[in-house]
């Protein structure tokens, strides 16, 4: 056998690269999340102190009873500040539906009735404190964002093949809660009568609907499968590539998103060159921990050919060469790759169809009726 031959040393200085790019990016990620940790610190810092701030006022307006009317005085912006908080992470979704299960003195409790508070408001667009069924569709859009954002149910267009079958069904549901007249205005015709419903009509049924859909929620709900193993992240990219339907896909858009996010650091919504390279390293972090995708100097050799290389797949990002790129450009983008990529995997490799907004291919079952 011929012996083995050692390794020349431009070879090595390249696996020495290797080495270190990986490090960098593993130390970029680390600072991302330092820095993303430090923001949600920062976040419930400020709550706490508007929370005090409300309570000394409201201290001084019960002589001193502090409990007379905290939750009527900071609901609505309490529930705002925790949105922000927890549609930042799926895992503390998961602990604030799970909220309702508790009794209704919990915090936990509070936390749902005031995000359900804050929908009805927001959807009261004349203030009259009552919801009539135009206003009732804005409600369920405004309550079901939140959990069609992390798959958790189906958005409208995967819900509903037509618009008058959206309007059909969700008539029904109003009906279904049995809506009150609403009074009439004085020198109103009388066949113009119409219905509401009120805020504790609301209440009830979401808070039931949101306990049934709880108990079926398990622990692992919570979490991201993708960065747990190499066995699911390939199960979650090829779930996720095989339709737009999928909790998987939903997934996939929050990473792919939070990627951007990162990368845009002077928060303007858009990714320059410079910035865009530095985007590809941070989605390409994981598939990379796994082996799903080799290093940047393996793939490139030199600093300089990543960086034309880069360059290339930028134009032709930037058709209208305007020197940026946005987020559904990106999007469309790396989703496209990474379904081509599953081909490798024993898939087809196909990028499915977006839907449109207003209609669906699906037959999913509406959560709301179902």
Same mark, same amino acid.
């Given at each position: 056998k011929k012996p083995c031959r050692p390794k020349s040393s431009s070879t090595q200085v390249a696996m020495a690269q290797d080495i270190f790019s990986a490090n960098d990016v593993i130390d970029q990620l680390r600072s991302l999340q330092a820095r993303h940790e430090q923001r949600l610190e920062d976040m419930r810092v400020r709550h706490n102190a508007e929370v005090e701030e409300l309570q000394q006022q409201i201290r001084m307006q019960s002589g001193g009873n502090s409990s007379a009317s905290l939750s009527s005085a900071?609901?609505?912006?309490?529930?705002?500040?925790?949105?922000?908080?927890?549609?930042?992470?799926?895992?503390?979704?998961f602990e604030f539906v799970k909220g309702v299960e508790k009794d209704r003195d919990s915090q936990e409790f509070r936390e749902v009735?005031?995000?359900?508070?804050?929908?009805?408001?927001?959807?009261?667009?004349n203030f009259d404190g009552r919801l009539g069924f135009k206003e009732f569709e804005v409600l369920i859009e405004k309550a079901a964002a939140l959990p069609r954002r992390f798959g958790y149910a189906p958005s409208t267009p995967e819900m509903y093949a037509t618009e008058w079958d959206r309007l059909q069904q969700r008539m029904a549901l109003f009906n279904s809660l049995n809506p009150k007249t609403t009074p009439?205005?004085?020198?109103?015709?009388?066949?113009?009568?119409s219905k509401h419903i009120s805020l504790d009509m609301w209440l009830e049924y979401a808070i039931s609907h949101i306990k049934e859909k709880a108990s079926k929620l398990e622990e692992a709900d919570s979490y991201f499968?993708?960065?747990?193993?190499?066995?699911?992240?390939?199960?979650?990219?090829?779930?996720?590539c095989q339709s737009r339907k999928t909790r998987e896909y939903k997934e996939l858009y929050n990473f792919v998103l939070k990627c951007f996010?990162?990368?845009?650091?002077?928060?303007?919504?858009?990714?320059?060159m410079?910035?865009?390279?530095?985007?590809?390293?941070?989605?390409?972090?994981?598939?990379?921990?796994?082996?799903?995708?080799?290093?940047?100097?393996?793939?490139? @050799?030199?600093?300089? =050919?990543?960086?034309? +290389?880069? $360059?290339?797949?930028?134009? /032709?990002?930037d058709t209208a060469g305007s020197g940026y790129i946005?987020?559904?450009?990106?999007?469309?983008?790396?989703?496209?790759?990474?379904?081509?990529?599953?081909?490798?995997?024993?898939?087809? @490799?196909?990028?499915? =169809?977006?839907?449109? +907004?207003? $209609?669906?291919?699906?037959? /999913?079952v509406c959560p709301y009726l179902g």
């Open positions: 900071c609901g609505v912006g309490h529930c705002a500040a925790m949105g922000a908080h927890f549609m930042d992470q799926k895992a503390h979704f009735y005031n995000f359900l508070l804050k929908c009805f408001t927001d959807a009261d667009n009439l205005p004085p020198g109103a015709a009388k066949n113009s009568e499968r993708m960065p747990r193993s190499k066995e699911d992240f390939k199960e979650f990219i090829v779930a996720a996010t990162d990368a845009d650091t002077d928060l303007d919504g858009r990714i320059d410079q910035s865009f390279s530095n985007l590809v390293d941070i989605a390409a972090a994981a598939p990379r921990m796994f082996g799903f995708a080799p290093p940047a100097m393996v793939t490139y @050799g030199t600093e300089e =050919e990543k960086r034309r +290389a880069r $360059s290339d797949i930028f134009q /032709s990002l946005d987020f559904d450009t990106w999007l469309q983008y790396i989703y496209s790759h990474i379904c081509e990529k599953t081909a490798t995997l024993g898939e087809s @490799g196909r990028v499915p =169809e977006v839907l449109a +907004a207003s $209609s669906s291919t699906g037959n /999913s």
